[in-house]
């Protein structure tokens, strides 16, 4: 799904994950999140291009910033029924919640945003919640509940060949295992996905 009917506001957003997905310095990142102030200044209903401007501010540790964001996408997305943008806000509050240790209160964001996600088809974003509840169990210590969702989400990642998502799932597996006491297991799946990233070249995933 597009997003946006707005051609040249899209063809920014692509510019900007792109940017994102290669960057190799800060430069890349100013370049990508000023990509995506101009699509959204385009289109003021891309909640795509809003999403991912808001989940830029918290990997950079600008989380009020991201914040800001996502409630300002939730409300406005709830006017509109959007669907798609009420699931991204949701993923990004759950995220927010994650980092400040509050692992229920993303387990429940995440949740909410999963089962618009399956209802709507987006089996890319829906991967994405059990990824973001695996992470929340993990850091609970909840570890089998943990390993449930990171096989849901390798599952879909599989079934929708992203390789770079497989890596990333990969990789949490592997960190579930050594904490489980299964070093072994930690250090075949933890090979896993040093070998997808060589193939990919994509170190930073590794």
């Not at 599952?155 to 597996?173: P, R, T, W």
């Not at 050594?178 to 990919?200: C, I, M, P, S």
Request: aromatic fraction near 14%; charge should be neutral.
């Amino acid at each position: 799904v597009k997003g946006t009917a707005n051609t040249a506001a899209y063809e920014y957003y692509l510019q900007a994950k792109h940017r994102f997905a290669k960057r190799k310095s800060h430069n890349d990142n100013k370049i990508g999140r000023d990509l995506l102030k101009k699509a959204i200044e385009l289109d003021e209903n891309f909640m795509e291009a809003k999403y991912f401007l808001g989940e830029f501010y918290n990997n950079t540790g600008e989380q009020e910033k991201a914040e800001k964001i996502f409630n300002k996408t939730l409300e406005q997305s709830r006017g509109l029924d959007n669907q798609s943008g009420i699931a991204m806000s949701l993923t990004g509050l759950g995220d927010i919640f994650a980092f400040r240790g509050q692992y229920v209160n993303a387990i429940e964001k995440f949740s909410a945003a999963l089962n618009i996600f399956e209802a709507i088809g987006n089996k890319s974003f829906a991967a994405g919640q059990y990824i973001g509840i695996g992470v929340s169990y993990h850091y609970m210590l909840d570890l089998n509940r943990a390993k449930e969702n990171y096989d849901k989400a390798l599952a879909i990642k599989k079934e929708i060949n992203d390789e770079y998502g497989v890596l990333h799932v990969s990789n949490a597996i592997a960190y579930q295992f050594a904490d489980t006491g299964d070093f072994q297991k930690g250090l075949d799946w933890h090979y896993e996905a040093l070998r997808l990233g060589e193939n990919l070249k994509y170190p930073s995933g590794i």
